[in-house]
């Protein structure tokens, strides 16, 4: 048995929630974290809000560890130092040893302890960390926040970009109670940096830990847009943030969000550097793949259309936010989709007709998951002809890419099941190397 197929085996285990497993097995290595690091919790944005601190911090002159999940095609995603993906053969073996002490083996070296497969992936990065020396680290929380395994860390910041319906059997069906399970990341005596929703909860729950300041996008600080440029207003004064004007406004927002981290991080010693100094170039060379990203020139000329844009937009403040982006848009388009069955379909599909005709939306099916839901079934579950049911994402493409024309556009959205498939079938992996471009 291969190391990742062992690996993902650690999924047999029940989904649970609770610190007691990993914080455990993180005790039995002395000064396991011993750098600066950051938690980013929320339902939306955590990404693209999480490469931006990393790169931040490996521009002004850290060695940065960055945590994140899912991953699209490989999982040496999940774990970056300086933006770039590990050596596989490096990584391995010490994925090799924490299976050996943590995977529940009976088998000389197991600890007794036995984690998670999310809570192996983050042992595996806080060891990699370690080995590879890092000054400074980004953490993304999985799912949640109170009941996560990196909450099992001890952040001097903590940001959570979003609040909206996600994972609902696990964290509540209202966003209140959702903003409560991922406050649980807020440290007493820490700062806070939120993005939209759930205002007065979140500043509730940040008196409540005793947090050292609460500051939210759209009330202590926000972005506006003047002459065709972007600025971040707050405390600090008015931020130029160059690079953001090329980016939907969901994006700016994780973007300002991000930028006010970063700000109160200077602020108080977090970060040491000219922050001013490397703004100019973050935006531009930060590229997270799968949230409205433009695939190479290549692969939409051999499509034969324009553009062939990806975005995992995979629950309705998503799908809200990708529509509206779609809307400032102008052209042919059609759209590739798919979601996992459990998902709300019935929330997100209706907004998709905002934008793209009914008989432009192709439904493919996704070969890398047991979840995924079939085309005729979302066809069917959602009012669609089951003509539009496609047999492959390669099928799929090609119906797409005649609707589009060479005018046009080719939007693949819905699961990140999805896009990780588009992205293996278009050959556009490569994109994936690094997250500071250039």
């Known amino acids: 048995m291969d190391f990742y197929t062992r690996l993902y085996r650690q999924n047999e285990r029940a989904m649970k929630f609770g610190l007691d497993a990993i914080s455990k097995a993180m005790s039995y290595d002395d000064e396991l974290v011993s750098y600066p690091h950051w ?39 999940r774990i970056r130092i300086d933006g770039h993906l590990m050596d596989e053969n490096a990584l391995i073996a010490i994925g090799e040893r924490v299976l050996t002490e943590f995977g529940g083996e009976d088998v000389p070296g ?6 998670t497969y999310f809570e192996c992936c983050l042992m595996m990065a806080l060891r990699a960390f370690k080995q590879n020396n890092v000054q400074f680290g980004v953490f993304e929380v999985g799912l949640g926040g109170r009941l996560d395994a990196t909450n099992s860390l001890d952040p001097q910041l903590s940001v959570i970009t979003s609040i909206g319906l996600d994972h609902e059997e696990y964290l509540g069906h209202e966003t209140a ?64 943030m160059p690079g953001a004007e090329k980016l939907a406004d969901y994006q700016i927002d994780n973007t300002s969000v991000a930028m006010a ?97 009914p008989e432009h939306i192709f439904v493919v099916p996704m070969t890398s998951t047991k979840r995924a839901c079939a085309p005729h079934e979302y066809c069917e579950r959602l009012g669609l002809s089951v003509s539009q049911a496609c047999e492959s994402l390669a099928g799929g493409l090609q119906r797409a890419s005649v609707v589009a024309g060479t005018q046009g556009t080719i939007y693949i959205s819905g699961s990140l099941y999805l896009i990780g498939e588009a992205i293996s079938l278009l050959g556009e992996q490569e994109a994936l190397e690094s997250i500071l471009i250039g």
């Open 261 to 357: 981290a970063l700000l109160k991080g200077v602020e108080i010693g977090l970060l040491q550097g000219d922050l001013q100094s490397v703004l100019p170039q973050l935006i531009e060379r930060t590229e997270w793949v799968g949230r409205l990203w433009h695939c190479s020139q290549k692969t939409a000329q051999n499509l034969g259309v324009a553009n062939v844009i990806l975005d995992g937009a995979h629950n309705p403040d998503g799908v809200r936010a990708f529509v509206q982006a779609v809307e400032q848009q102008h052209g042919p388009r059609a759209l590739v989709v798919n979601s996992c069955s459990d998902k709300a379909l019935e929330s997100m599909f209706p907004m998709y007709g905002r934008v793209f005709d």
């Open 110 to 115: 197991f600890t007794g302890t036995a984690l």
């Open 39 to 77: 938690l980013v919790g929320g339902t939306n944005g955590k990404g693209q809000v999480s490469a931006l601190l990393s790169n931040a911090a490996c521009l002004l002159g850290y060695r940065t560890g960055l945590f994140t999940s899912p991953h699209l095609v490989e999982f040496r995603e």
């Open 177 to 240: 109670q959702i903003a409560r399970e991922k406050a649980g990341i807020m440290r007493a005596g820490c700062p806070v940096i939120a993005g939209r929703g759930e205002y007065e909860v979140l500043k509730d729950e940040a008196l409540l830990h005793g947090c050292a300041s609460f500051d939210a996008l759209g009330h202590e600080f926000d972005w506006y847009r003047e002459n065709e440029r972007i600025f971040l207003k707050s405390r600090y004064g008015v931020v130029p």
